[in-house]
């Protein structure tokens, strides 16, 4: 550009923003702070939200599995460390934010952390609903009945498959635990046998798998939950009678303070 086009523009530009001046001196003082007020709100308005959603994404434990596998008495014990039997039911998502019971009592009240559980009930229908979750979990804990395991196998590993090769949840890298609950009844089965049968089917369902373009492991191998980009782990839980240490572990890995 040469010279002459330059001090033009710059010509220009001292015009527009005498007019400029010239038009903000012509609107009353009052309705100028008062357009001031409105856009410094919204500004505030903006970033408060932005950053209460980012809290809550960054805290949001998600509990997830077939229905039937306890994921309702999973939540009222970390909620309230009882399991409410009775009171249960399967029909809506349970959701809420508080302190795990476990860590309730405790005196450093700075270390304590508030986690934003959601305990997402049945499976496909609700594949919509997951996908909001999934998108916004900091962790997420698959419950599998370890009893009644081998009759719901098949559809406990496509809703885990769903799950693991969900977009968010490998592109956030989405740490998931495998949690086999109801040990506490003498025929379930072991959390190896369970993990073991799960990367069985999974094989399978991973080289029936050509359309999703995230697949699982690694082709021409079985699969295994170490090959995963997130980090899986597996754990046993009793939501009946409490014993739910490993789950908290979990969670607090997950949740930020
Ligand atoms: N024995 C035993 N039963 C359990 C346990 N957790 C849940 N149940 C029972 O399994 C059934 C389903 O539990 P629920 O929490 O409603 O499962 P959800 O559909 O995954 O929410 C209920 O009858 C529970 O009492 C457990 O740890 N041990
Ligand atoms: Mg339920």
Do not use: W
């Not at 009775?86 to 349970?94: A, I």
């Not at 302190?99 to 609700?126: C, F, I, T, W, Y």
């Not at 395991?149 to 998931?176: C, G, M, Q, W």
């Not at 799960?198 to 029936?208: H, I, N, P, Q």
């Amino acid at each position: 550009m040469d010279k002459e086009k330059l001090d033009e523009l710059k010509i220009q530009l001292q015009q527009l923003l005498n007019e400029a001046q010239e038009f903000v001196q012509q609107i009353p003082p009052a309705q100028l702070c008062t357009a001031v007020g409105v856009v410094l709100f919204t500004v505030f308005l903006f970033t408060v939200m932005y950053y209460l959603l980012k809290h809550r994404s960054a805290n949001t434990i998600l509990l997830t599995g077939l229905s039937g596998s306890g994921k309702t008495v999973l939540f009222y014990q970390l909620r309230d460390g009882s399991c409410h039997q009775g009171s249960v039911t399967s029909t809506k998502p349970n959701e809420g934010r508080f302190l795990l019971h476990s860590e309730a009592n405790k005196l450093q009240k700075g270390k304590m952390k508030h986690v934003h559980v959601v305990d997402v009930p049945g499976h496909s229908r609700l594949l919509a609903k997951l996908d909001e979750f999934l998108s916004r979990a900091a962790g997420i804990v698959f419950v599998v009945d370890s009893v009644e395991f081998l009759p719901h196998l098949r559809i406990a590993s496509e809703y885990l498959y769903d799950i693991l090769t969900n977009a968010s949840v490998v592109k956030r890298k989405t740490p998931l635990l495998l949690l086999c609950n109801k040990i506490d009844r003498v025929t379930a089965h072991s959390m190896d046998f369970i993990r073991r049968q799960l990367e069985k089917e999974m094989t399978v369902l991973s080289s029936a798998d050509t359309s999703d373009e995230h697949t699982l492991g690694v082709v021409g191998e079985a699969f295994a939950f170490s090959q995963c980009h997130n980090k899986v782990t597996t754990a046993e839980a009793s939501g009946l009678t409490g014993d739910i240490y490993h789950l908290e572990q979990f969670i607090s890995e997950c949740v930020k303070p």
